[in-house]
């Protein structure tokens, strides 16, 4: 059984059943699950959790859906490598990588849908739809054809072809949208409402929101059944960012882990930083932006979490940086070259925001510090594709090898 | 009868213009502020709009033309 109770508006407070509905009829605002939580502590223990199953399910009994319907393609329960050769160079003793690029779709989105699906099949949805320029397509198609329901894709019209196939594998309706950023989202906004189906980041966003969470439950869990000191976090919608510390938060309010003030930081890319510019101003009210990045996971230029996620950096004492496209690509060879991890680009903003906090000496030392990587680098092979090193070509002779291999330089023998 | 809700989003120069009162007169929508934070520098408005399709439409072309941003009221809607 799920011990969720409503959908309770974060600004006014209203509260409405467990329906698909995103935003408060009254102030506009958006909505979110809230939970028995007295019951939760009754019935939820540390044994129970490690009991269940390795996916995002054994934490079923903090999310809005029953597990035994689940739509579960395995989703969740990710590594959580203890990275000492990026913490030694970046002057961190306890840092730790999160790598949700082991997920079924390679990306962190298989969180959210798997709960979103799940919440729309038992709100009697037949179809799941989504407008999305990667991972968020490539999970709804995935999580679509596991439920047997039919999925309804819109992507940009110029995506690229490695992107379109991720998903058309799945057999989703897929639908190219001619126009710029702007008009793909006001379209789909309004396909959103004019349609009874279930778009899992419109109407059912409450639920696949929650989906989220589940990234702090594992972190806490792996951690020995503590919360980190500091998380950096890639921030897009901002929802991620948010929801991994409501995770901590509601581990602490179930009596699973200690109450801790764990500091939250972002990461953007700089073409698209409506937090991270606010942020650096000191404001709570952030400028909507035109993307311009090659982290286009993260691009989201009116961000639907911007304002509870500069709540958050206020409240935990984190900070926001921002990394341009090239640190982008030296964050991705790093996380690589250091801990043998393909992350894609959004991995690569993570990577350099943390170096950067770091170098502005804005991470202790030795605090346990979790950097999230939220997508696999296969997915965004094109952002590096021209910086790295060409391959050796050689004839089939050992001398062809040895005199290729000698010209690398002096530091480099054949012995 | 259409109703659509939508983000506006003023940059510092239009702060001081009635733009949602001038809206609503010169053309057949009406207004409804839902919720709103505007300073010195920026602000922000969510609103309903309600009329004939066509009308909303026209009257969001002539919001931003005047240099406001609009955006549907829940964020972006398309993903990573």
Not at chain 1, 54 to 78: K, M, V
Not at chain 1, 179 to 196: H, I, K, T
Not at chain 1, 396 to 407: L, P, Q
């Amino acid at each position: 059984m799920s011990f969720a109770t409503n959908l309770r508006c974060r600004e006014c407070h209203r509260e409405y059943p467990l329906a698909a509905l995103n935003v408060c009829e009254y102030c506009f605002g958006p909505v979110e699950v809230t939970y028995d939580y007295d019951g939760i502590r009754k019935n939820v223990t540390r044994a129970r959790i490690e009991a269940g199953p390795s996916s995002l399910w054994r934490y079923r009994d903090f999310l809005p859906c029953d597990a035994e319907s689940a739509i579960d393609i395995g989703a969740g329960f990710t590594p959580l490598i203890r990275a000492k050769n990026l913490g030694k160079l970046l002057g961190l003793n306890n840092l730790y990588i999160k790598n949700d690029t082991t997920n079924p779709t390679w990306s962190f989105k298989d969180r959210v849908v798997a709960v979103a699906a799940s919440r729309a099949r038992e709100l009697g949805y037949e179809k799941l739809a989504c407008a999305s320029t990667g991972n968020l397509a490539n999970s709804v198609s995935a999580h679509a054809a596991a439920a047997g329901m039919e999925a309804v894709v819109f992507i940009p019209h110029d995506l690229e072809l490695g992107k379109v196939l991720g998903s058309s594998i799945y057999g989703p309706t897929l639908v190219k949208v001619n126009g710029n950023y702007d008009a793909v989202n006001r379209l789909c906004a309004e396909l959103a409402g004019n349609y009874n189906w279930a778009f899992v980041n419109v109407n059912v966003r409450p639920y696949y929101s929650e989906g989220s969470k589940t990234l702090g439950f594992e972190v806490a869990e792996q951690l020995g059944w503590q919360a980190p000191d500091h998380c950096v976090v890639p921030i897009a919608s901002g929802s991620l960012f948010v929801k991994i510390r409501k995770g901590f938060q509601e581990l602490a309010k179930a009596g699973l882990i200690e109450e801790k003030a764990t500091r939250m930081s972002g990461a953007q890319a700089t073409g698209c930083s409506p937090v991270a510019t606010a942020w650096q101003e000191g404001s709570m009210n952030f400028r909507p932006q035109r993307p311009d990045t090659i982290a286009k996971s993260l691009a989201i230029g009116n961000p639907a979490d911007g304002y509870y996620s500069l709540v958050q950096l206020k409240e935990t004492g984190g900070s926001c940086g921002s990394v341009t496209d090239d640190e982008i690509v030296q964050g991705m060879k790093l996380l690589a070259e250091t801990e043998g991890i393909f992350g894609e680009t959004a991995g690569g903003v993570t990577i350099a925001t943390l170096k950067q906090l770091a170098e502005q000496g804005r991470i202790g030392a030795d605090e346990v510090t979790v950097a999230f990587i939220t997508g696999a680098g296969f997915k965004t092979v094109e952002a590096v594709a021209d910086s790295l090193n060409a391959p050796l070509e050689i004839d089939a002779t050992v001398e062809s090898f040895e005199a290729a291999y000698r010209a690398l330089g002096p530091a480099v023998g054949v012995a | 009868m259409s109703v659509k809700r939508v983000k506006f989003t003023f940059p510092e120069d239009l702060i001081r213009e009635p733009l949602i009162y001038n809206l609503g007169h010169a053309f057949r929508v009406i207004t409804n502020v839902r919720m709103a934070d505007v300073d010195e520098k920026t602000g922000w408005v969510l609103l309903e709009l309600e009329g004939d399709h066509d009308e909303i439409e026209r009257s969001l072309a002539w919001a931003q033309s005047k240099g406001v941003r609009i955006d549907p009221v829940q964020g972006d809607v398309v993903e990573g």
